[in-house]
């Protein structure tokens, strides 16, 4: 049987840390019941120690989620961890994530901490959280940096103390696919209780290789948690891309063999969601849920997906939640396109040869135009009717 990919959506923590996408408790938790609609296994609701705010909204998520885990971030040290517990004690499924940098420069430079003074409050935090629940996930803050050696003792130490999920985090997206994923599998060969804990990795985008980065964590490394946002959102250039890793995974099922729970028929709510409560648009470009993932505007791609969609379509439209594919009428645009947006539209043209005349009149409309929408067919159709009766 395939193994599961868990889903960590951090859109509600990580996403916010967006500058300019903070949210109110309201909007966050109608993003956490749109994602829990998306059936994503872990929501990270927020950071609860972080403002009286954020402990709200953690506490509401948590108070109002059944079907996924909800999650608070705390930094390692007792008070975080106590509040974070605190703001989850209504959740049915609960777990809380702490943290601490690993690297040697956040350690000496901002955390202005010693690597063992490092080392013992990871035991101490681990162990602290396991009193309130037994689902603790522990991230070594720019692991992707951190040294081997050190990184080794302290996350077999947190697995000790009873961390059940350790996630790696590539905090300023300085991985490459192949490093990346051969460090998790490195950490995960060297350390020898690394058995007791589910891998998981949290990759940011500064080069644009987040999901390529998530990916080669999976497939290379062994993860079996993908950590990511809604629209990509997050810190800086964003975080790993939900909707690309799932519809990675579930359109290359041939090559990563993994089961994923989501439902992605609400994948575009989601992301139309989240952009209309952060203000932040979609590119159209954008893989999966941008205006333009599913639309086709040459002649050649347009004649190609009439025939056939597979032709120039390696998922459904449908499948993600847009309510179709879409045919762009421009210049580049082909007779059979033309053709069968008439048909969409009710229009039926007396013979062949107002067919043509009609698709001339589009043409020549379209040297001028760079969209023809719908009404401009109806336009033209009827001044073409309007000239034969003068
Ligand atoms: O990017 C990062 O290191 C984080 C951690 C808190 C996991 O967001
Ligand atoms: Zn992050």
């Known amino acids: 049987m395939a193994d599961k990919l868990i889903i960590f959506d951090t859109t509600l923590r990580d996403g916010e840390q967006s500058p300019g996408a903070s949210m109110t408790k309201e909007e966050k938790l109608r993003i956490a019941k749109q994602l829990e609609k998306l059936r994503v296994d872990v929501i990270e609701a927020g950071f609860a120690a972080s403002s009286n705010g954020d402990f709200e909204a953690v506490r509401a998520i948590a108070d109002a989620i059944t079907e996924s885990t909800v999650c608070s ?8 961890i106590a509040r974070a517990a605190e703001a989850l004690k209504g959740a049915k499924s609960a777990r809380i994530h702490t943290f601490i940098a690993t690297s040697a420069l956040h350690m000496e430079k901002k955390l202005r901490m010693t690597p063992e003074q490092v080392h013992e409050q990871i035991r101490q935090a681990v162990r602290y959280a396991r009193n309130f629940t037994d689902n603790v996930e522990f991230s070594p803050e720019d692991g992707s940096r951190s040294d081997m050696d050190f990184l080794c003792r302290v996350l077999e130490t947190a697995i000790d103390e009873g961390a059940r999920t350790i996630n790696i985090a590539d905090t300023v997206g300085y991985g490459v696919p192949e ?13 020898p209780n690394s058995d007791k804990a589910v891998w998981s990795v949290h990759c940011h985008n500064d080069l644009g290789m987040a999901v390529a980065n998530s990916l080669a964590g999976v497939m290379i490394g062994g993860a079996r948690q993908v950590e990511c946002t809604v629209n990509g959102l997050g810190e800086r250039a964003g975080n790993t891309s939900l909707e690309e890793v799932v519809m990675a995974v579930r359109t290359r099922r041939d090559y990563f063999d993994l089961e994923v729970g989501v439902d992605t028929t609400q994948i575009v709510p989601a992301s139309k969601l989240v952009s209309s409560i952060t203000g932040f648009p979609v590119q159209p470009n954008k893989a999966v849920v941008g205006a333009n993932a599913f639309a086709h505007a040459s002649g050649i791609h347009q004649d190609g997906v009439l025939k056939n969609r597979d032709t120039y379509e390696i998922m459904r439209a449908e499948d993600v939640g847009w309510s179709a594919n879409k045919i762009v009428l421009g210049k580049l645009s082909g007779r059979n396109a033309f053709k069968q947006r008439l048909k969409e539209l009710g229009i039926e043209l007396e013979s062949e040869q107002e067919v043509n005349e009609a698709f001339q009149r589009f043409k020549d409309l379209a040297d001028r135009k760079a969209e023809i929408f719908d009404e401009d067919i109806h336009a033209l159709v009827s001044e073409q009717a309007a000239h034969h009766e003068a």
């Open 179 to 191: 490093l990346f994923g051969n460090l998790v599998l490195t950490l995960r060969n060297r350390i």
């Open 73 to 80: 971030l705390a930094r390692a040290n007792d008070r975080d």
